[in-house]
């Protein structure tokens, strides 16, 4: 009996693996973009950006990889609009990068590899009594952020598929923070210039929707 269930367990296992694996360069182009604005909307309070992403078929297990994500948060608080903050976030990136890709089965394939994109943000929060203004924070970063990743899609049918991946990103960047509040005269100002180094390890939370032509 262990016999027999071994044999089939293994003819299985051989169908399926003897299935002949699509051809990564049958279509030189993939463009995709990520499903986290279908539920939040291209402005949101989420966090999630709106990105989108070129790939280019190099060779039979290569690409190279083109994108650019953007974020807008722009909403105001308050309590009958007497008193109320009023907040502006701002976000977008380019990207460039290489995937090498090992398929596993003729419909998981797992890929790794790392980008390179220069990115800015922007983040102000403003606070005004009957519409008149009593202080203002800003935030602004400039900088460059390089990103390994590993990836795994899964291919509904030769033209589409559906992947994600996890990364980790080390950036670089320029951050200037200024302030101002009214103190009931006149504006009384500050401004601080540094430099900053930052880590950040993202697990496989987004999902690309990648079409191939």
């Given at each position: 009996m262990k016999t027999i269930i071994t044999i089939i367990f293994v003819s299985i296992f051989?169908?399926?693996y003897s299935q002949e694996l699509?051809?990564?360069k049958a279509y030189s182009k993939d463009i995709g973009f990520n499903t986290n604005f279908l539920l939040n909307g291209f402005?949101?309070?989420?966090g999630n950006p709106f990105a989108v992403m070129l790939k280019k078929q190099k060779t039979s297990n290569s690409a190279i990889r083109y994108g650019t994500s953007f974020y807008v948060d722009i909403f105001a608080s308050g309590s009958g609009g007497a008193a109320y903050y009023q907040y502006d976030n701002y976000a977008i990136s380019l990207s460039i990068g290489k995937e090498k890709q090992t398929q596993l089965t003729k419909k998981w394939i797992f890929y790794y590899g790392g980008d390179l994109s220069p990115?800015?943000?922007f983040y102000q929060q403003q606070y005004y009594q009957?519409?008149?203004?009593?202080?203002?924070n800003n935030n602004s970063e400039l900088g460059l952020r390089v990103?390994?990743?590993?990836?795994?899609?899964f291919q509904i049918n030769d033209r589409l598929y559906v992947g994600t991946e996890a990364l980790l990103r080390l950036s670089y960047s320029r951050k200037q923070i200024s302030s101002k509040y009214n103190n009931g005269a006149e504006f009384i100002k500050s401004?601080?210039?540094?430099?900053?180094?930052d880590i950040q390890a993202l697990p496989a939370t987004g999902i690309f929707i990648f079409y191939r032509f």
């Open positions: 051989s169908i399926g699509p051809d990564l402005i949101n309070s989420s990115f800015y943000q009957l519409n008149d203004l009593q202080n203002e990103s390994p990743f590993l990836g795994v899609r401004n601080h210039n540094f430099n900053n180094i």
